[in-house]
């Protein structure tokens, strides 16, 4: 969702530069019929390109050049010399070589794997990989110098004349053409990082000691920026899958690469003065994650020493309609080659026409002063946290620094980035379409002269049994997003049962090194407490299926929750979160036909309907490699794909406030994303736990059912709410989604771009006879306590993601225990997900 918006908002700006020769065309055979995959130079340079699916091209240089070459095998050799240094338009025919017209039907169809030079080529690139780059060194460290910059492209008459830019002419005073693409384009965002880089092969640790940084465009939205670097996240072209916009893409030199890519061995020259050859790829499928182009590669080292890659138009991604990566490495010596500039171009855009308008976004990194085998003294070097905040040195470089210390100069649009925002910041319309912006994606309307939000806005309305429907309003205090104190609070009525509910909570971050947090907070509502397995212990925390506001049942199985609570959590090391919290909770039924009613010697009458309770939770997670944006009492996961582990265990203690139970709740959970490569990924969350002690049922495990008709994670598609309940439990999620694999081999559906999803979920557990005993009152509204003790309950599903890009439907089966009341042998949830 975040990356549309980001689509969306930076439609409104302008600068310019010149290059000194534009070449752009088509190349097709004497029938007419264009020719894909074609090598196109600048004679006597190692600057090209080669032509996409359809043999369109563009080549581009700061240089000036008078003559191409076009190349291609089974085809002569065409010398086109150029008119004039701006050539557009241009239609390029190349001859069949007589002597291998038997060819052409193979080049331009899947290559042999058998007595092909590049393949046995690429072998020997496997076998020298682990001897090349920083991988040779014990230990390693350099300089490194990132831009990231975001562009609008196709500007035309058409969009300058729009209402929204009324206003904002001057943005579009100057126009720059890309050396990729041949698109005009209108820089908005510009991101500058130096950094120091510390690597030892030996501990397998690897450190980024950030030096300066500096930003325009986006400057106040921290999360947008966090998001972005991992956007455009690190890649080695030696590894088998790259990691492009979260998906894995098969590297063209990874060994699985013969099966998926054509090799065709193009030329060989001397570079550096050493002997290369230049090999050729482009996939043997379509719609698969792969790339096309070219790359040199050393001999006697057989070391890559440039590379292009670009996707092809067919390849199963969202939002992006083309991605170019350029990489260049340099000889340190006779055998070492290390990465010296890494480039990458790739054109978002809502639809994949051609004219179609979108966003380029381009990331440079320059790599120098490299230093290998100098251990670090310090042994706790690389477990140290590091931490920079945005009020930091590192953050407010003069402009001198940066003109002193930069790898390489801006170019003019560049540098025209930093005036531009300077000028629409002034701009009142500007700040108008700014705040739009920021409302849709934080969900909170900011009131900036109290220095509070409105929200969330997405909250206002929702609908259940008990209240009828429910209307809600809330706010929180918000002076920046790094904000060290946060105070929200919400109330709600519904229209039914004609209550009101509120809910307050404070937060204060005492040590940013180790992000003490203390928190005290007060909630009075009405919960769907049986809709998670491990409780939340934010005391605004609410379960989404409290008040869906549509339902495939009744909801009326609903708790009134009176909860105060107070916490401290520390994070003593990275991704390591102790959290320790005290409540105090009452809890009784929110509806007639719904019993928490249990024996309670001694009430008057043997049955009571409210349990008084206080708990101690201990909580501890770790979350390896997880990444988070900004630095104040709240914080956001910049990245999704790291594992999670999380333990809770909860006591309750019957001599305190005057409790009505003692008991231990003890609680694991195991989260994990799996990239397959080319397969695609897979989820898994396995969740166990038991209660210690007799119970009553609000404080017993129920097995999270879902009765709407939407995608809730960690929850089962055709359970009723408490129709399992038991004091030890293990619930098992898989879901594997093929990234589009088995679409993509069915023709006339190949072209949707729609992807498979498959899953499983399985539950088992008990509930002693003595926890039954307790909840069997001869309340008519008891529900029956049934735990899937035998046998594992089960249900599976398949699913179609990707439907116009945005929508997921899963059909849903139930696998057992169709005698249970209302069991649901079937259905279909659905939801919207923004993914690459």
Not at 461 to 468: L, T
Not at 498 to 523: A, D, H, M, P, V
Not at 554 to 576: G, M, Y
Request: contains cysteine.
């Amino acid at each position: 969702m975040r990356f549309k918006l980001l689509l969306i908002y930076i439609s409104f700006f302008s600068f310019s530069i010149l290059a000194q020769t534009k070449v752009k065309g088509i190349i097709i055979d004497k029938n007419n019929d264009p020719i894909p995959y074609c090598s196109i130079q600048f004679v006597n340079s190692t600057e090209g390109t080669t032509s996409d699916d359809n043999g369109s091209f563009y080549l581009e240089s700061d240089k000036n050049w008078q003559e191409i070459s076009v190349s291609f095998i089974g085809y002569k050799n065409l010398i086109y010399k150029l008119e004039n240094s701006i050539q557009f338009n241009l239609k390029l025919i190349l001859e069949e070589e007589e002597e291998t017209l038997n060819a052409i039907t193979i080049v331009t169809g899947k290559q042999p794997k058998k007595n092909n030079p590049a393949i046995a080529i690429l072998r020997k690139i496997w076998a020298q990989k682990r001897k090349n780059g920083l991988k040779h060194f014990n230990q390693y460290q350099y300089k490194k110098y990132q831009k990231v910059e975001f562009d609008l492209n196709t500007i035309d008459d058409k969009l300058k004349n729009k209402k929204i830019f009324n206003g904002l002419e001057f943005v579009f005073k100057d126009v720059d053409t890309s050396s990729i693409t041949g698109k005009t384009f209108l820089p908005v965002f510009l991101n500058e990082a130096i950094s120091e880089v510390y690597g030892d092969n030996i501990l397998k640790k690897e450190k980024d000691v950030l030096v300066a940084n500096q930003n325009s465009g986006f400057s106040n939205n921290q999360q947008l920026i966090d998001y972005i670097d991992d956007l455009y996240a690190d890649y080695n072209i030696y590894d088998n899958y790259l990691k492009i916009f979260d998906k894995s893409f098969v590297s063209p030199l990874s060994k699985t690469g013969i099966n998926n890519y054509n090799y065709v061995l193009a030329d060989s020259a001397f570079i550096d003065k050493k002997w290369s050859y230049n090999i050729i790829y482009y996939p043997r499928r379509k719609n698969e994650l792969t790339f096309k182009g070219n790359f040199w590669v050393s001999d006697t080292t057989f070391a890559v020493k440039e590379i292009n890659l670009q996707v092809t138009k067919n390849a199963n991604i969202n939002w992006v309609k083309d991605v170019y990566i350029e990489q260049e490495f340099d000889i340190l010596n006779d055998s070492i080659f290390v990465l010296k500039r890494d480039y990458l171009l790739s054109d978002f855009s809502l639809t994949n026409k051609e004219k179609s308008r979108g966003v380029y976004g381009k990331k440079t990194t320059i790599y120098k002063d490299y230093v290998f085998n100098k251990p670090i003294e310090d042994k706790k070097f690389y477990d140290k946290k590091t931490f920079i905040s945005q009020d930091d040195d590192s953050y407010n470089k003069p402009k001198e620094f940066w003109n002193n210390n930069r790898f390489e100069e801006l170019n003019d649009n560049e540098k025209g980035i930093y005036t531009l925002i300077d000028t629409l910041q002034t701009v009142k319309k500007y700040k108008n379409l700014n705040k739009i912006i920021e409302t849709l994606s934080s969900g909170y309307f900011e009131i900036n002269s109290l220095n509070i939000d409105y929200g969330p806005l997405f909250s206002t309305f929702g609908f259940n049994d008990v209240e009828g429907l429910r209307v809600r309003v809330g706010a929180r205090t918000y002076k920046t997003s790094n904000d060290l104190f946060r105070l929200e609070a919400y109330t709600a009525y519904g229209l039914k049962d004609e209550k009101l509910k509120y809910g307050f909570q404070g937060k204060w971050l005492l040590n940013k090194k180790n992000r003490l947090i203390l928190s005290g907070g007060k909630r009075r509502d009405i919960e769907q407490i049986g809709a998670s397995l491990i409780a939340n212990t934010d005391v605004l925390g609410r379960s989404d299926g409290s008040s869906s506001l549509i339902s495939t049942g009744t909801n009326d199985k609903l708790t009134n929750v009176n909860i105060t609570t107070f916490s401290a959590q520390i994070e003593p090391t990275p991704n390591l979160v102790l959290k320790l919290s005290s409540n105090y909770k009452t809890l009784s039924s929110a509806s007639e036909t719904f019993s928490l009613d249990y024996n309670d010697a001694a009430s008057a009458t043997g049955v009571s309907s409210e349990m008084r309770q206080f708990e101690t939770i201990f909580g501890l997670g770790y979350y390896p490699k997880r990444k988070m944006s900004g630095f104040g009492v709240q914080r956001y996961p910049a990245n999704t794909d790291y594992a999670q582990y999380y333990t809770q265990i909860t006591r309750g203690s019957k001599d305190v406030f005057d409790s009505d139970f003692d008991y231990t709740k003890v609680q694991l959970s195991i989260f994990k994303l799996w990239k397959i490569g080319a397969l695609g990924r897979l989820k898994t969350s396995l969740e166990a736990g038991k209660t210690f002690g007799e119970v009553p049922l609000a404080l017993l495990s129920v097995a999270p059912g879902n009765q709407t008709y939407f995608m809730f994670n960690n929850t089962f598609n055709l359970l009723n709410f408490y129709e399992f309940v038991t004091d030890q439990y293990t619930s098992l999620h898989l879901e594997h989604n093929f990234n589009g694999r088995i679409f993509s081999r069915i023709p006339l559906l190949k072209k949707t771009k729609m992807r498979t999803v498959v899953g499983f979920k399985t539950f088992i557990g008990n509930i002693s006879d003595e926890n039954v005993a307790l909840n069997t009152t001869g309340n008519t509204a008891e529900i029956p306590l049934i735990a899937p003790s035998i046998k594992p309950y089960y249900e599976y599903s398949i699913g179609v993601a990707n439907i116009f890009k945005v929508l997921r439907v899963d059909f849903n089966f139930r696998g057992n225990y169709f005698d249970n009341t209302d069991a649901r042998r079937f259905g279909i949830t659905a939801g919207l997900e923004f993914n690459f």
